[in-house]
């Protein structure tokens, strides 16, 4: 099970990720620098305790109406070889660890193995700043061999009228910046 530490990092998720998200294709908000909260999210565990990974919902609050994105990172102690330029959020200076890579995890080995095996049942979801403590909140119906298929990632979230049931979905929480809860698909199984 992974530890977490609650230690410094520099620059913050936050920061790099306000940096790297107006870059993306699937970015819905306006120019300029996005207002990024921290919203909800959970952990998986990288069987071989080299890989931090965290699927992290952060809300941009710069726009009239907020937006929720979904961001799997890859922790990494050294730079992942092979991956496109864009993978790379950026590297922060953690307390204890020190350098880290921090990568989009749809282009991180560990990150998406560990994805498909949660959405396969083999993979317990854990609590975003707590070690080693399941958070029984992230639900996959209907678990299923997902060989021959893809897993994606819903990447701008919305409050979900359907978030709870369909086969294969992956559904989660977060919190609005006016303290309203919802959930919503995160992740979906489908064909190729």
């Known amino acids: 099970m992974a530890f977490i530490h609650h230690t410094t990092m520099k620059p913050t998720k936050l920061e790099l990720l306000a940096e790297w998200l107006p870059k993306q294709s699937w970015y819905v908000g306006g120019a300029g620098t996005p207002e990024l909260r921290k919203a909800g999210g959970f952990r998986l565990d990288d069987p071989e305790g080299e890989v931090g990974i965290e699927f992290m919902v952060v809300v941009d609050t710069s726009a009239e109406e907020p937006v929720a994105y979904l961001v799997p990172m890859g922790y990494r102690g050294a730079a992942l070889e092979g991956v496109p330029g864009e993978a790379l959020i950026g590297t922060s200076e953690h307390g204890v660890l020190g350098t880290r890579w921090i990568y989009d995890g749809v282009h991180d080995p560990v990150v998406t193995a560990q994805l498909r ?33 893809e897993v994606r990632i819903n990447r701008a979230l919305r409050s979900a009228e359907a978030a709870e ?28």
Do not use: F, K
């Not at 993979?123 to 299923?144: F, K, L, M, N, Y």
């Open 117 to 149: 095996a949660l959405m396969r049942g083999e993979a317990v979801p854990q609590r975003q700043s707590e070690s080693d403590t399941p958070d029984p909140t992230v639900i996959v119906h209907g678990t299923s061999p997902v060989d021959g298929l």
């Open 165 to 192: 049931g369909t086969p294969g979905s992956l559904v989660a929480g977060w919190t609005w910046p006016d303290g309203t809860a919802v959930r919503a698909v995160l992740a979906t199984v489908a064909q190729r």
